[in-house]
């Protein structure tokens, strides 16, 4: 454990931001899980709004840093394409 004061306060702010990161992660996660699903269902409406619901997700974990902005285009790639076979 750490002894200085400033130590002690980077261990907890890393604590907090570990659970956030952690938090929005797995709410991305299950965004594009959701998005499968449905377009596993075949289901278009369904699937239009996963997808939109998924983009928003994933844009935010850009902005957060919880993703490379290459990373999250080449989800969003796979995801039109995936909607587009759909129609």
Known sequence: M???KSAKKRVELSKVAYEM????????KTALKKFEAAVVSG???QADSAYKAAVKIVDQ???NGI???NNAARKK???????????
Not at 77 to 87: I, V
């Open 2 to 4: 750490p002894n200085i």
């Open 21 to 28: 990161n952690k938090a929005k992660k797995s709410e991305m």
């Open 43 to 45: 289901n278009r409406e």
């Open 61 to 63: 974990g850009v902005k």
């Open 67 to 69: 993703l490379h902005k």
């Open 77 to 87: 790639s796979s995801m039109a394409l995936k909607l587009n076979k759909l129609a």
